[in-house]
């Protein structure tokens, strides 16, 4: 399987707490399990002097760690696959954080 830049959004996209996530390209199935986590903070505007008091929560980093991944075809057999773990890392800090 040959990831584009679609599918690493997509997978982005579908990650929130810890768990799995999967995309299908033909009659290939990608499958990663892993952990994440997220650091932020609420702003408090009233403390600041600025007084809108959004009280918005701000992304300031995420932490993604894959714990395994595999690639399958659809009989159960792996297939190759161009997983790039700190691509999706990277896809996940641009969609979170700033």
Do not use: P
Request: hydrophobic residues 25%; charged residues 30%.
């Amino acid at each position: 399987m040959k990831l584009t830049e679609d599918d690493y959004q997509e997978l982005a996209d579908q990650i929130y707490e810890g768990g799995q996530i999967a995309t299908i390209e033909g009659d290939e199935y990608l499958e990663v399990f892993y952990d994440y986590e997220e650091e932020s903070y609420q702003e408090d505007d009233f403390r600041l002097g600025y007084g809108n008091g959004t009280g918005a929560w701000v992304t300031t980093a995420v932490n993604l760690c894959v714990n395994r991944w595999s690639c399958t075809d659809e009989d159960g057999k792996e297939t190759d696959c161009d997983f790039d773990e700190c691509k999706l890392q990277n896809y996940l800090t641009g969609l979170r954080v700033g």
